[in-house]
């Protein structure tokens, strides 16, 4: 089993008796995510996901756009959801929690893979990735099912005069 270790090394996550290995080397490593644009192909990760309630976490869901995986802060790339925390209306918390609550349920059904985006980095440090299983993106199904949409560059408001 591998654990979290040394800059470079791969992360290995043990869950329940569950051992999650052979991550790639640049897949996904301690401390740091795989280059931006790297091309490289992505390992399928698989592990159970809680909630966030506070704080960081590990293995765990903040929202319907961001969770944790082995220490690591990964914000889904292609979608904006809204927020939980606060949310800026009942609507956007409706909206959120259920958001949240469905990344999840994704997250939690089987392996996913974690491909590089246009930059390898938000401003908040978060990892941008983009999630996908079997070759479609987690973030266009949340977006399908209308608890997304699709990042367009700048957050817009989920509000607009709704209480």
């Known amino acids: 089993m591998q654990t979290i270790g040394q800059f470079g090394k791969n992360i290995g996550i043990m869950l329940g008796g569950g051992v999650l290995a052979g991550l790639a080397a640049g897949t996904l490593t301690a401390g740091h995510g795989p280059p931006a644009a790297s091309g490289a ?3 399928p990760i ?5 909630l966030c309630f506070t704080g960081g976490g590990t293995n765990c869901v903040v929202d319907g756009d961001t969770f944790w995986i082995g220490g690591e802060k990964v914000r889904i790339a292609d979608i904006d959801a809204p927020e939980t925390h606060p949310p800026r209306c009942d609507h ?5 929690q259920r958001a949240t609550l469905r990344l999840q349920q994704l997250l939690n059904a089987g392996p996913v893979t974690l491909a590089s985006a ?4 938000d401003r908040y440090g978060r ?5 996908e299983r079997n070759g479609r993106s987690l973030g266009d199904q949340l977006v399908d099912e209308g ?7 700048r957050r817009l408001p989920w509000c607009d005069g709704a209480d």
Do not use: C, Q
């Open 127 to 131: 990892l941008l990735r983009i999630v």
């Open 46 to 50: 698989a592990a159970s996901f809680s």
């Open 92 to 96: 956007e918390a409706d909206l959120g």
């Open 118 to 121: 246009d930059r390898d980095t």
């Open 147 to 153: 608890l997304a949409r699709h990042w367009t560059g």
């Open 41 to 43: 192909p992505s390992v």
